[in-house]
């Protein structure tokens, strides 16, 4: 398959380029490279002869236009997206522009293709979304994919519009589209201003390693190689029209991840003391979401997905990565803006 990209120099977009490559399929990668995109991330596939990039804003229509006539996909999977909480409760705008209105442009734009190619029933309009958008858990209980939207940061508002505009492109115009709505993910290539690499890199460098508030809040976290695995097994085998909720089934409080992530330094990097004494508690982020979980039960029954690995083995690959790729991360940090604080309203 033909597969057009978006976000692909991004974390996870680069991760799914990757395997889709690996796996034989043709990519064009489309991203406006803002400053969360690095094309290091795909630096391994760049003179694939199936891999072509086209820089291009999901919020200039006529590019979209361009890029679908002149590469044919016979599929899109969308990630491009402003993707950082603190980022948007500080700069809301954004998120509106590029979340919104960048994925309204992709579905008209994806909606004018396949229409002008007679509607083939293969073509699919992939759509990658948080669980984020099913709002915040108490000490108990799942998100499904039934559970009522109620996003509470503007980045969860500006994605649960997004998937409103999908399923309604699906109703109203016929457009063949699936649905993901993932957990917190981790891996290698993610951005330094994110939790883990905030952690293991702050820690390298022997600084404080700040936790929100009391480190109470809960997430189900998922590697990313697992999390790109299960968006192409719903592209070639989800049922059209049908959202699936992926899920690690790894609930972890922010203090027992940051407590393993030293732990994992302690002993592949040992310093004097231990990595877990730079750990900080800072003032939280405002509306800090307490919990999210996932029910996976649906894409492991109907597709037979599940990750591959646990919370504790995908950490000690992402450390081990990090402490292999010091030039990829250093670079990043070096770019204006990166590691300070953001998103305290
Ligand atoms: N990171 C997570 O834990 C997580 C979890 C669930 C879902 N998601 C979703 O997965 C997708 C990818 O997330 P990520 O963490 O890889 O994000 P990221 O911030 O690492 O990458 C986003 C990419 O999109 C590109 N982009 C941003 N605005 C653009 C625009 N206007 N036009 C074209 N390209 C643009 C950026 O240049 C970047 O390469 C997002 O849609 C996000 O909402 C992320």
Redesign the pocket.
Known sequence: MKLLV??????????VVRRAIAQGHAVVN?????????LD?VASVANNPDYVFER?????RAALDRIFAAHRPDAVM???????VDRSIDGPG?FI???IT?TFNMLEAARKYWTEADKPESFRFHH?????VFGSLGPTGQFTEGTPYDPRSP?SAS?AS?DHLVHAWAETYGLPVVL???????GP???PE?LIPVVILNALHGRPIPIYGNGSNVRDW?Y?ED?AEALLLVLSKGALGRSYN?GGENERSNLELVQTICAILDRLAPRSDSYADLITFVSDRPGHDARYAIDPTRIREELGWRPSVTVEEGLEKTVRWYLDNRPWWQALLDREGVGKRLGTG
Do not use: M, Q
């Open positions: 978006t976000g692909g120099a991004g974390f996870i977009g680069s991760a489309l991203d406006a490279l803002t400053y969360a995109a690095c991330n291009a804003d999901i919020r200039d969308h990630l491009a997206a402003e993707s950082h954004d522009e590029t979340n960048g990658i979304s948080t669980d984020e980045y994605k997004s993901t709505n993932c957990s917190n993910n981790y290539y993610h951005f994110k998922l990313v999390h992926i």
